[in-house]
């Protein structure tokens, strides 16, 4: 029986673009703190596109980085790509230092996007928006005077500098 539905094209035997598609508007299209739906964002982000990423899944990424599909925190809440990132440290635009207090900070053990190709899809390989930093740098002016609002200032400064200026004494 399931020979025959591979067979007629009615049971795809591998991940295409439009599976992800429906499983992005489905997820887009239903918002809410269900946790059925919040453990399918997490197996759709882990298992499907981190693990088994195809560049043909790029663009249907990219339209979607504006809406509620990426899986948050328990309980059972999903945000955008767009307004969000993870702890990943494998690039120098991954530091939460450059966006913590911006966009909202994924829990480690919620979802870790390591596929670099899917990381670059989502936006999260390219350089914090300017926009963002000066969001963030007024924020982190605001902080009660401390060592971790000075550590925050020297690391959010060291980013504006270019890399040559960095190495200079």
């Not at 599909?69 to 999903?78: D, F, Q, V």
């Not at 450059?98 to 899809?121: E, G, W």
């Not at 971790?148 to 690391?155: F, H």
């Amino acid at each position: 029986m399931v020979a025959t539905r591979h067979s007629l094209g009615f049971l795809p035997t591998s991940l295409d673009h439009n599976i992800v598609q429906e499983r992005l508007h489905y997820l887009c299209q239903n918002p809410s703190q269900d946790q059925k739906l919040f453990d399918k964002a997490k197996t759709f982000v882990r298992l499907i596109l981190d693990q088994h990423w195809d560049d043909r899944f790029g663009n249907s990424i990219h339209s979607h980085c504006d809406l509620l599909w990426i899986p948050l925190a328990t309980p059972s809440t999903l945000c955008s790509p767009n307004e969000s990132r993870d702890h990943h440290r494998g690039s120098t635009h991954s530091d939460p230092n450059f966006y913590d207090p911006v966009l909202t900070v994924l829990p480690t053990n919620c979802v870790r996007i390591s596929n670099r190709d899917f990381r670059s899809a989502l936006g999260w390989s390219d350089r914090v928006s300017t926009d963002i930093l000066v969001h963030h740098l007024a924020r982190i002016v605001l902080l009660p005077e401390n060592e971790a609002r000075y550590k925050r200032l020297g690391k959010l400064t060291l980013g504006f500098q270019h890399p040559r200026q960095r190495s200079k004494p």
